[in-house]
């Protein structure tokens, strides 16, 4: 019976592998140390950076949220707790007709709502489903 090294029962003195099975293939020197990341290409320049944020600032300034944010403030419109930037991700925009699609430019379908009242304006709408009997559970 041929052993593995680990957990041979003979003495260090026996061979492996044994010279019946014929020699290794493949890589026997293989190191278990983490490799060196390989970077594709030179780190961008500092300007670069810089433009690709003024970019990516005018394209979220386009958004309906950013839109919302401008024309009503920062501010629930139910609670009327105030935001300010450290906390803003709070803020979402509820559309007053449902239709995520209905964006006009002039902000008539958002309110403003934080997150807490948000979740009970949509709430108040599946409970009202439920106690009608609308949503067929009942």
Same mark, same amino acid.
């Given at each position: 019976?041929?052993?593995? /090294?680990?957990?041979? /029962? &003979?003495?260090?003195?026996?061979?492996?592998?044994?010279?019946? #099975?014929?020699? $290794?293939t493949?890589?026997?020197?293989?190191?278990?140390?983490?490799?060196?990341? @390989?970077?594709?290409?030179? /780190?961008?320049?500092?300007?670069?950076l810089?433009? @690709?944020?003024? %970019? &990516?600032?005018?394209?979220?300034? @386009?958004?309906?949220?950013?839109?919302? &944010?401008? $024309? =009503?403030?920062? $501010?629930?419109?139910?609670?009327?707790? #105030?935001?300010?930037?450290?906390?803003?991700?709070? &803020?979402?925009?509820? =559309?007053?007709?449902?239709?995520? *699609? *209905?964006?006009?430019?002039?902000?008539?379908?958002?309110?403003n709502?934080?997150?807490?009242? =948000? #979740? %009970? #304006? =949509?709430?108040?709408? $599946?409970?009202?489903?439920?106690?009608?009997?609308? %949503?067929?559970?009942?």
């Amino acid at each position: 019976m041929v052993y593995p /090294p680990h957990s041979c /029962p &003979l003495t260090a003195a026996t061979a492996w592998p044994p010279e019946a #099975e014929g020699p $290794i293939t493949g890589d026997v020197t293989r190191s278990f140390r983490p490799r060196r990341r @390989q970077t594709s290409s030179p /780190p961008t320049p500092t300007r670069d950076l810089v433009q @690709q944020g003024r %970019d &990516l600032a005018r394209a979220r300034a @386009q958004t309906y949220r950013e839109r919302s &944010l401008a $024309i =009503h403030g920062w $501010i629930c419109a139910k609670c009327a707790r #105030e935001f300010e930037a450290d906390n803003l991700q709070l &803020l979402t925009v509820h =559309h007053r007709d449902g239709n995520h *699609n *209905n964006n006009p430019p002039d902000g008539s379908n958002w309110e403003n709502l934080c997150v807490y009242c =948000h #979740e %009970d #304006e =949509h709430s108040r709408g $599946i409970l009202a489903d439920y106690l009608s009997g609308k %949503d067929g559970r009942r």
